[in-house]
């Protein structure tokens, strides 16, 4: 059974991401109240972990494409390394362009999620470095496995979807986000084009949100002035 899947994000009141793009805090708002609220209100999901694209995850990305020492066999299944009890950090890699060079992302367990296409020598340089990874397919953009996979083999139950705007907007189009919780920081970007929430690259008769409604589960006025909206993800009544 594949874990809840919480898309949890902070954006400027024109749905923007850049934060260092935003119009600063009024006098008197403490300058860290965006990443200060955004974890408060995360933890209130006491999820297992969360997951993020490629760029987002190469800020932890601290190694260097190497030869591993050894080639062990049976690399092409799921490899589950020792978590020691942490969260997990799901890295979207289909490609393995990712080197680690440990096992954690701000002490999270790493998790890389990945296409079958990827080399023996790329898997056991993730072993050498503790990382845990599974195979999302033969191009590694098969989500529905590879969420099934963490919550069969690794007993993820919930997880935070923090990506940027593509990684959500595929999730959005596989139909896998079961929640949204949105920070709606009081600044402004302004600038045509800034990545934004949801991002789903497709043509233009294609929609990424088709038979998914939102239902309405709290609203909440923080410190700052930053507001909280909470939505339940469910199929539509009327087709789209």
């Known amino acids: 059974m594949r874990p809840k ?57 601290e190694g260097t494409a190497r030869t591993p020492r050894a080639l062990p066999g049976n690399l092409r299944s799921t490899h589950a390394a020792d978590r020691k009890g942490r969260d997990v950090a799901v890295a979207i890699d289909p490609h393995g362009k990712l080197h680690y060079g440990q096992d954690n992302a701000g002490g999270d367990h ?19 470095d503790g990382v845990s990874y599974l195979f999302a397919g033969p191009d590694g953009h098969d989500l529905h496995r590879a969420m ?6 690794f007993g993820v139950r919930t997880l935070l979807l923090e990506g940027g705007g593509r990684i959500n907007g595929a999730f959005l189009k596989a139909a896998l986000i079961d929640e949204i919780s949105l920070l709606i920081y009081p600044g402004i970007d302004g600038l045509a084009g800034v990545s934004s929430i949801f991002e789903y690259v497709g043509g233009d008769d294609e929609k990424p949100a088709a038979g998914r409604s939102l239902r309405h589960l709290a609203t909440d006025t923080l410190d700052g002035g930053v507001v909280w909206l909470h939505y339940g993800v469910e199929e539509s009544a009327v087709s789209s």
């Open 148 to 153: 099934d996979i963490l919550g069969e083999t």
């Open 5 to 61: 899947i919480i898309c949890h994000m902070v954006s400027s009141v024109d749905g923007r991401l850049l934060v260092e793009r935003w119009t600063p805090p009024a006098a008197g708002i403490d300058a860290d109240i965006v990443h200060r609220t955004y974890e408060q209100v995360a933890s209130r999901f006491e999820a297992d972990g969360w997951i993020v694209g490629r760029t987002t995850m190469e800020a932890y990305a």
């Open 110 to 128: 790493i998790v890389a999620v990945l296409g079958e296409q990827v080399s023996d020598e790329y898997l056991a340089e993730l072993r050498e």
